[in-house]
Structure formats: structure tokens, C-alpha cells
């Protein structure tokens, strides 16, 4: 047991050098408190019969040495930030919990260039006059979508919202039983309609709803016919549903506004080969049958920052910004800095080789391998069976569910560690590696690893595979 009377003074300590430079770095009040935190406990370790630390510090300069030490860890941890880039390697694309689409480079830059001073984002630097924000991304989206018209907000949920309040609160919305999905996170239709002010009017059944169901539904009261993508599920066998130029019909027939939840918001056309294999529904065919109203996310398959696009006629859209949940709903001008870089790369078909989400849906199996095959080589020391295996990678987000991707993952396992401690010490590598398991076994897909990232991982699993 130490002497506690070799513990210096937290004067003596605040003139040492290197408790000078943690004062000006994390400022004075947090480093003092967190030198009396190290000290005390240090005072407790020392007068411990069990702790090692009573008898290794026998001295005031081992003491210093060690608060010094001690009192830094403590003021990095406090001040470290939590949100955090991770390597991504579960093979889900669009991971939500991940924060779903990895920006394009143009994207990242131009928030550099936006964020650090005053930029025009409500001001017309033609005319010297307030303007519209959305009219940064108009034409680009009018380009992409053929739509007369744009509104953003910060999710497509929030679109959801704002369009129903905008357009139908206090009167019916037809919508199909089919359609009342409910999506991570809680999202249901019915209690977002609920919140609203619109009323839920369902037709149809589960699995089938013709365009007569909503023809029999409409009254003086209906506002609104809503379709809405099913997301992540899919019914099938005996179904039925209406084709949106059905709807589009029965709305102009008794004049009756049309409107789409699209929910991936896939830009691109019925014929790309990209969505030959993703199915998905594509914006610029909702807006030239005649949807009124379609809203989509941003952040999903078109690859961008969060947040929610309404696109359609320009009498509709202007009631949605006019609307008093626009200005609790709109987003910031980070968020179009990067939905403005990446729209331009969509729209000068480029995204196929910058947007981080079009490369890894189009990127081949073999160059998959390829790079697995790298990174396995690359691994020195390792105590544990490590081998490449086919699998599938999902887009995520809700989109395409029932698409699978090919792919090759490198798989971990260990006659000495479980595939959950394995997993555990990824999590603990800086950056953290993401993986998921599957019979006992650590699983890599390289898909939805950036390839600048290989290196790191490489690193990563030689240093922890060694001592497995």
C-alpha cells in the first residue's frame, strides 16, 4: 500500500507542460474537473491492498507521470465525438442504422464550400430580392423527372405528412388495404394520414383492389386518391392493382387529385438495365402518366443526403410550400448543397461511376472477388480460418426487397474465439468494421466497403487475427 501523501496538489499539476497543453485544448473547467476525477481515484487505487497501482506508484513523479496520462485519456474520451465513420461491410447498401447513402465526392465538396460562410440560399443574386431555396435544385430535378415543380424536406416521411396536410386535411383519402404499410421505424400509413388532419378512406382488400373499389368510394368529401409503394414487402399469387393510368383516369374524371408515395425514388427509366435487375418504379413515369403529386427519398437510390423530394404540378406544389408545416419541415443548405452535387451528376450521366450507391448496385461479382481475394492475401499472422465464399448482398432501405445482388464475402472463424467476439473486437478497430454472422462465422462483404477503405481493413484483420 502507497503513501497517498506522494499525490501532488492540482496546482502542481496545472504548471506541468503537459497538463498546459490539455488546458488549452479542452479549456480550463473540464480539465480541472477531470484532474480531480483522476486524482481521487488514483488516491482510493493507491490506499488498495489489491490494486496493483499501490505498489508500482511509489513516488510524486510517478504519480504526476501517471495523472498526466490518465487525466488525457479521460478528456479524449469526453470530448471525442460519437457519430463516427464506420467500414460498412455488411452488404447492405442502403443500411439505414449506417445513415443509408455514402455522399459522392462533388457532394462532400460542395458541402465544404457551403458550410463555412454565407451563401445565397434564400436570395436571387440576379434581381437582389428573396427567393425560393428550392429553386437551387428545380431545374436539375425538372430535368431528371419532367415534373413542373419542386418542394424538399428533410424526409420522405415528412413529405408524406406535408402532402396529406396540405391537400387533404379535414377531408377522405382513398387508399388501398394493400398499401397500408407500416416501415422501419414505425412509420405507418394510417397514423401519418391520422396526424394529418386527413381522413383514411380504405378500399379493396389485402391482396386485391381494382380501380372500381375507388371509383365506388368517392364522395363530395374525398380530397385525394394516395397510392403508396409497398417498401419492403411484396404480396404474392392471387393480387390484384390498379396501374397508376388507371388512377390517373379515374382522378381527371372526377377531378380529383392523384398522388404517389414512391418511396426509393428511382431516377432512372422502365428501360435501364440497372432496373431491369431492381424493379423499382421509376419518378419520370409517375410524372408523365399524370401523377399530380409524387414524393420520394432522397437518400436511397438516388444516392444522396437525407431528405424527402414532392415533385408534380406547380399549382399543388406551390400549396405544399405555402403550407405552415413547409417551414418546420424544409432543410438546410448542407442538404441541398449535397442533393444539388448529386442530382448533377445523375443528370450528366455520371452517377453510374461517382455516386457511391449506383457503383456498388452495378459493381461485378469477379471485381468483388477480386478485391476480397486482396485483402485476404494481405492478412498476416492469422490464427484463424479465413476463407471467400459466394453470398448476396440487399440494397436496404426498403428498396427492392426482393432483389439480391451476388456477391463474395470473406468469412472468419476461429477454433479459439466465437464469430461474437470476433465481431465485437471489429467494432472496437478505428475505423470500426461492421460485419454480420452467419454459422458461427464473421462474414466481410467488400460490396458496400469503399475501396479506399480496403487498405484499413486489411490493417484491421491482420492486427486482430493474429492474436485470435
Not at 507521470?65 to 447498401?93: C, H, K, M
Not at 416521411?157 to 387533404?168: D, E, H, P
Not at 436511397?300 to 415533385?311: D, F, T, Y
Request: proline share 4%.
Amino acid at each position: 500500500m502507497a503513501d497517498p501523501r506522494i499525490l501532488p496538489s492540482i496546482g502542481q499539476l496545472i504548471e506541468r507542460q503537459t497538463i498546459q497543453l490539455l488546458l488549452g485544448k479542452y479549456g480550463r473547467t473540464a480539465t480541472l474537473e477531470a484532474l480531480r476525477l483522476e486524482t481521487e481515484e488514483l488516491r482510493t487505487k493507491l490506499v488498495s491492498t489489491t490494486d496493483s497501482l499501490s505498489t508500482s506508484i511509489s513516488n510524486m513523479t510517478a504519480a504526476m507521470e501517471y495523472l498526466e496520462e490518465s487525466t488525457r485519456r479521460r478528456l479524449t474520451d469526453w470530448f471525442a465525438p460519437s457519430l463516427r465513420q464506420v467500414i460498412n461491410a455488411t452488404g447492405v447498401i442502403l443500411h439505414t442504422n449506417l445513415g443509408r447513402a455514402p455522399l459522392t465526392t462533388s457532394a462532400v465538396q460542395q458541402i465544404a464550400e457551403t458550410a463555412g460562410g454565407y451563401v445565397n440560399l434564400e436570395y436571387d443574386l440576379s434581381h437582389g430580392k428573396r427567393s425560393q431555396r428550392d429553386s437551387h435544385i428545380d431545374s436539375l430535378v425538372q430535368r431528371l423527372t419532367g415534373a413542373e415543380a419542386t418542394a424538399v424536406v428533410n424526409n420522405n416521411a415528412a413529405a408524406t405528412l406535408l402532402m396529406l396536410s396540405a391537400l387533404a386535411s379535414g377531408r377522405e383519402v382513398i387508399v388501398s388495404r394493400g398499401e397500408l404499410v407500416e416501415i422501419g421505424g414505425g412509420f405507418r400509413v394510417p397514423e401519418i394520414m391520422s396526424a394529418s388532419g386527413a381522413v383514411l378512406r380504405e378500399v379493396g382488400t389485402t391482396n386485391k383492389t381494382r380501380v372500381a373499389d375507388y371509383a365506388a368510394a368517392i364522395t363530395e368529401k374525398t380530397a385525394l386518391l394516395l397510392r403508396v409503394h409497398p417498401s419492403n414487402f411484396r404480396i404474392h399469387g392471387f393480387t390484384d392493382r390498379p396501374t397508376i393510368d388507371e388512377l390517373v383516369s379515374l382522378g381527371k374524371r372526377f377531378n380529383i387529385t392523384v398522388a404517389e408515395d414512391l418511396g426509393s425514388g428511382y431516377l432512372g427509366n422502365d428501360t435501364d438495365s440497372e432496373n431491369q435487375q431492381l424493379a423499382e418504379p421509376t419518378v419520370r413515369k409517375s410524372v408523365a402518366v399524370g401523377i399530380d403529386v409524387v414524393c420520394f427519398s432522397a437518400d436511397k437510390l438516388l444516392g444522396g443526403p437525407q431528405a424527402g423530394i414532392l415533385v408534380g404540378q406547380s399549382e399543388k406544389i406551390e400549396r405544399i410550400r405555402a403550407h405552415p408545416l413547409m417551414r418546420a419541415l424544409r432543410v438546410d443548405k448542407l442538404t441541398y448543397a449535397a442533393l444539388g452535387a448529386t442530382l448533377q451528376e445523375h443528370a450528366a450521366g455520371q452517377a453510374h461511376v461517382t455516386v457511391p450507391v449506383s457503383i456498388m448496385l452495378s459493381t461485378p461479382v469477379e471485381k468483388i472477388e477480386k478485391r476480397a481475394q486482396t485483402v485476404v492475401d494481405a492478412i498476416e499472422n492469422r490464427n484463424a480460418q479465413v476463407e471467400i465464399l459466394n453470398d448476396h448482398s440487399a440494397i436496404g432501405g426498403g428498396s427492392a426487397p426482393e432483389t439480391h445482388l451476388p456477391t463474395k464475402v470473406i468469412a472468419i472463424q476461429s477454433a479459439n474465439r466465437s464469430a461474437a467476439y470476433i465481431q465485437t473486437a471489429l467494432r472496437k478497430c478505428d475505423p470500426p468494421v461492421i460485419g454480420r454472422i452467419d454459422q458461427d462465422r464473421v462474414l466481410l462483404d467488400l460490396r458496400t466497403v469503399l475501396p479506399e477503405q480496403d487498405k484499413t481493413l486489411m490493417k484491421a484483420l491482420s492486427d486482430l487475427l493474429s492474436s485470435c
